[in-house]
């Protein structure tokens, strides 16, 4: 079987379209038969372990579909060219999806898949953003002002996948005859918001070490991803690094502020605290150590991921001043 049609790639960090475009290549790949799926996670399995599954015939199922997950953890030359060895051969009804957050994925195997099968979805742009929100509260029948938009995309993960599903529980708290402010959007995220990489943020900003490891205890329970934490917290100290950097240079303009992202109460909120233990030197490194501890995470998959968390954690909290 030729890989243009049993092979593809989908990159990028826009997990909602993303999410969209396999259901649906999922669902023609059926074809209304029943198909056996299978998701690999990167760096858990071994590459060897998933090409043997995927040559090996099923027992259950004429058609069967793999899906590789967090593909940028394979890098080692012998992995590349074991998975690139099945690409070029591909065995018959069995269908591979390969999926990364990042932009690209080791040479070795993108080369070696058609580039009709490739696609890299990107983030939206932040109009299109803003679009995005309007037009879910709109269709349902709901008025939301400017500053409500701008207070889901600060306190929400910059993809539509957690975009719609923050937006679906806020439906049942608002009032279709009162547009939606700022404050309220606000009140409702925090009442109904799971735990994340930023409620985690919010915590180091307070300075509570205390309920930073319980909330970091809590996401590595619930699976989230190391990378993905890191990854979130990262995006959390570059803007810190601008706020920070604002407000040393004694700007007060409020657009200015809204231009980095940080315009709704909470985000003012958690920003003044962080700035009020980070200075901008400081806060560059937290950035430094943030990624210093993903590439280590990255390097060793193999070394437990709550104590490096934690010995992260008390890193990022010790570079905090007292505040005066």
Same mark, same amino acid.
């Given at each position: 079987?030729?890989?243009?049609?049993?092979?593809?790639?989908?990159?990028?960090?826009?997990?909602?379209?993303?999410?969209?475009?396999?259901?649906?290549?999922?669902?023609?790949?059926?074809?209304?038969?029943?198909?056996?799926?299978?998701?690999?996670?990167?760096?858990?399995?071994?590459?060897?372990?998933?090409?043997?599954?995927?040559?090996?015939?099923? !027992? %259950?199922?004429?058609? &069967?579909?793999?899906? @590789?997950?967090?593909? =940028?953890?394979? +890098?080692?030359?012998?992995?590349?060219?074991?998975?690139?060895?099945?690409?070029?051969?591909?065995?018959?009804?069995?269908?591979?999806?390969?999926?990364?957050?990042?932009?690209?994925?080791?040479?070795?195997?993108?080369?070696?898949?058609?580039?009709?099968?490739?696609?890299?979805?990107?983030?939206?742009?932040?109009?299109?953003?803003?679009?995005?929100?309007?037009?879910?509260?709109?269709?349902?029948?709901?008025?939301?002002?400017?500053?409500?938009?701008?207070?889901?995309?600060?306190?929400?993960?910059?993809?539509?996948?957690?975009?719609?599903?923050?937006?679906?529980?806020? !439906? %049942?708290?608002?009032? &279709?005859?009162?547009? @939606?402010?700022?404050? =309220?959007?606000? +009140?409702?995220?925090?009442?109904?918001?799971?735990?994340?990489?930023?409620?985690?943020?919010?915590?180091?900003?307070?300075?509570?070490?205390?309920?930073?490891?319980?909330?970091?205890?809590?996401?590595?329970?619930?699976?989230?991803?190391?990378?993905?934490?890191?990854?979130?917290?990262?995006?959390?100290?570059?803007?810190?690094?601008?706020?920070?950097?604002?407000?040393?240079?004694?700007?007060?303009?409020?657009?200015?502020?809204?231009?980095?992202?940080?315009?709704?109460?909470?985000?003012?909120?958690?920003?003044?605290?962080?700035?009020?233990?980070?200075?901008?030197?400081?806060?560059?490194?937290?950035?430094?150590?943030?990624?210093?501890?993903?590439?280590?995470?990255?390097?060793?998959?193999?070394?437990?991921?709550?104590?490096?968390?934690?010995?992260?954690?008390?890193?990022?909290?010790?570079?905090?001043?007292?505040?005066?």
């Amino acid at each position: 079987m030729s890989n243009v049609q049993s092979v593809w790639l989908f990159l990028g960090p826009e997990i909602g379209e993303k999410q969209s475009v396999i259901k649906d290549l999922r669902k023609r790949l059926a074809n209304n038969s029943e198909i056996e799926e299978t998701v690999f996670y990167a760096g858990e399995t071994h590459v060897s372990d998933m090409v043997s599954v995927m040559r090996n015939g099923s !027992l %259950f199922s004429e058609l &069967r579909l793999f899906i @590789i997950k967090y593909a =940028e953890e394979i +890098k080692k030359k012998d992995d590349i060219d074991l998975l690139s060895a099945y690409i070029a051969a591909p065995m018959e009804n069995t269908f591979l999806i390969i999926v990364s957050d990042e932009t690209s994925i080791a040479r070795g195997i993108e080369k070696n898949i058609s580039p009709s099968n490739k696609r890299i979805f990107w983030e939206l742009f932040e109009d299109r953003k803003i679009e995005w929100v309007e037009n879910f509260f709109r269709k349902d029948g709901f008025r939301i002002s400017r500053n409500g938009v701008d207070t889901i995309l600060e306190l929400v993960e910059n993809n539509t996948a957690a975009l719609k599903q923050e937006c679906s529980r806020l !439906l %049942f708290f608002f009032d &279709r005859e009162k547009e @939606i402010s700022g404050e =309220e959007a606000e +009140k409702w995220l925090s009442h109904t918001r799971e735990e994340s990489a930023f409620t985690l943020f919010s915590r180091i900003a307070a300075g509570d070490f205390s309920r930073s490891l319980e909330s970091i205890r809590m996401l590595l329970a619930a699976n989230e991803a190391p990378v993905a934490i890191f990854a979130a917290l990262a995006s959390c100290f570059r803007k810190l690094i601008c706020y920070t950097a604002l407000k040393e240079a004694g700007v007060r303009d409020e657009s200015e502020y809204r231009n980095i992202g940080v315009s709704s109460p909470g985000a003012k909120r958690d920003y003044a605290a962080a700035g009020s233990r980070y200075d901008s030197a400081r806060a560059e490194k937290c950035l430094a150590l943030t990624t210093e501890y993903d590439f280590i995470l990255r390097s060793s998959l193999s070394f437990p991921g709550h104590i490096l968390m934690d010995s992260y954690l008390h890193k990022i909290h010790s570079l905090a001043r007292v505040p005066s």
